[in-house]
Each structure stands twice: as structure tokens, then as C-alpha cells.
């Protein structure tokens, strides 16, 4: 699926696919927020789900908004790289934009479940990356909840009650942060990103790289 661009170290590599899950208020928002600001070379999937836009969202940038018959209509016309049912509601991976980012040697950062994650994984394994952000306790990831202030009590419980199940899949991903303070949190998740871009087997352009600096030395 992937073509290779350019790393910052002037070697062709090809593009990973970046996944953050985690139960419901964990921060995974916050992070791959963080990750985009801070880190180059790295584009948001924006995800298209039938879910109500929270206060302070923007539709096209946090999600893109749809009813349930567009939903419906984007899986049936394949446009969706991967979909899921999440409370009630579905989010799906919109294919265009990761295929182009990819295309073009970026990175993309995915903000999905563990549905989403398999889907990808059994697509294009070697390419996905996968970070699990665990809270560190039940009560930290509830007052995260009720800080947030999005929510209603009610959408509160059902995400606290479906926290013990997402995280019964931490173990298949590849890394797992436990986020007690953002800062180190932060630090850790782009400790991984710079480590997986350097990995050999992504680095497609170092045959020719290592053969010009032999020629290099012969000469
Ligand atoms: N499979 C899949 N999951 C998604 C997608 N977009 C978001 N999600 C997941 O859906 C869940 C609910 O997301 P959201 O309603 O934004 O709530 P939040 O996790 O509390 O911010 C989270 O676990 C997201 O990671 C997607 O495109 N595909
Ligand atoms: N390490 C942390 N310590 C305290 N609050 C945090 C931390 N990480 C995130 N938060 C806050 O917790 C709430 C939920 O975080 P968010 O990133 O929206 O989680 P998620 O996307 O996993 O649902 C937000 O209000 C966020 O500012």
C-alpha cells in the first residue's frame, strides 16, 4: 500500500501507519494532538463517524461528521479503510487521504479501537505501528472523563463501564504507555515514532545509500 518518500535523514523509507488506542479518556486526543504539532513529517486520519459533534469540535478536522445513511453508503462504495461500531455509534477510516499521505512519504497517525487497529494490522502488518495508552487508575481516567466536560453522566458511565473491555486488548499492540503525567506520556510515544522511522526494514533507500558511501570509499 505504501510507497516510499523521503526520511528527515535524506533516505527513502516507506511511510508507517501510527495507531493510538485507548480506553475512552485516557488521552489520546491530547497526544496525537501533541504529536502533530510537534513532530514533522506526520498527518491526522480523520476519521468519518455517526456520533454528535462534542462542544469545541470542528467538523473536517476532529471527525468528519455524518448520518448514518452517508456512513452506510462510504462502507458500501468501499471508501473506508477500516470500520467499527463504538458506543453505538461507527467510525470508519476514510481510505483517500491515507493512501495519498502515504504515497507522498508521510506518516499517518490513527486515533481508532482495537477493531480498527486488527483491520489495519491484517491489511498492511509490516506498516502499522500500535501504542496502547492506559491510564494510570480507574479514578484518574474517570476525573479525566468528568474534566473533559463533553460528556453527560450517563455517556460517562457507559464509557467507564466499557473501559475494562478496551483495555482487554492491550496485549495486542505493540507498545504500551501509561499516561500519569502528558509531558513524559508525550515524550514516550515520540520516543517510539523516531525509533520505528529508523527501522531497517522501512528503510528502502539505504541499499543505495550504503553502496554510494562504499563507492565513496573506493574511490
Ligand atoms: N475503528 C475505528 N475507531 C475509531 C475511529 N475513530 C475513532 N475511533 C474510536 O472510537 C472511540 C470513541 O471515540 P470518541 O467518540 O471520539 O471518544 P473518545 O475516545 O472519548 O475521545 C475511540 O476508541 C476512538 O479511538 C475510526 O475511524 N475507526
Ligand atoms: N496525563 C494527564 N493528566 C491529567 N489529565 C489528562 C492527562 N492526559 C489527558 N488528560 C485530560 O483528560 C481528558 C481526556 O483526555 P483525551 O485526550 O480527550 O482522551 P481520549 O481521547 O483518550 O478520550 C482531557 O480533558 C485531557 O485534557
Known amino acids: 500500500m505504501t510507497t516510499s518518500g523521503h526520511g528527515t535523514d535524506g533516505v527513502e523509507r516507506r511511510g ?3 495507531v493510538l488506542s485507548s480506553p475512552s479518556g485516557a488521552g489520546k486526543t491530547t497526544l496525537s494532538r501533541l504529536l ?8 491526522m486520519s480523520v476519521s468519518a463517524t455517526t456520533r454528535a459533534m462534542r462542544p ?13 445513511a452517508t456512513f452506510e453508503a462510504m462502507v458500501k ?9 463504538v458506543f453505538d455509534n461507527s467510525y470508519g477510516t ?8 502515504l504515497s507522498a512519504g508521510q506518516d499517518v497517525l490513527f486515533d481508532i479501537d482495537w477493531q480498527g487497529t486488527q483491520q489495519l494490522r491484517e491489511k498492511a502488518r509490516a506498516d502499522v505501528v500500535s501504542v496502547f ?3 494510570p487508575s480507574a479514578a484518574d481516567l474517570e476525573k479525566r472523563l468528568h474534566s473533559r466536560a463533553q460528556d453527560s453522566d450517563e455517556v460517562i458511565r457507559k464509557r467507564m463501564s466499557r473501559a475494562s473491555h478496551e483495555m482487554s486488548h492491550w496485549a495486542e499492540y505493540d ?7 502528558v509531558d513524559d506520556a508525550f515524550a514516550e510515544v515520540q520516543s517510539i515514532l523516531k525509533a520505528e522511522r529508523l527501522k531497517r526494514e522501512r528503510r528502502t533507500g539505504l541499499v543505495s545509500f550504503v553502496r554510494a558511501l562504499q563507492g565513496q570509499l573506493q574511490g
Request: charged letters at 25%; proline letters at 6%; a negative charge.
Open 16 to 18: 508507517l501507519m501510527f
Open 36 to 43: 502533530i504539532e510537534r513532530m514533522s513529517g506526520l498527518k
Open 56 to 68: 469545541g469540535e470542528v467538523n473536517g478536522k476532529d471527525y468528519s461528521f455524518v448520518d448514518k
Open 77 to 85: 462504495a468501499g471508501e473506508l479503510l477500516e470500520w467499527a461500531t
Open 94 to 101: 476514510p481510505r483517500g487521504p491515507v493512501e495519498a499521505a
Open 133 to 135: 495508552i492506559l491510564p
Open 175 to 181: 507498545y504500551i504507555v501509561i499516561n500519569h503525567n
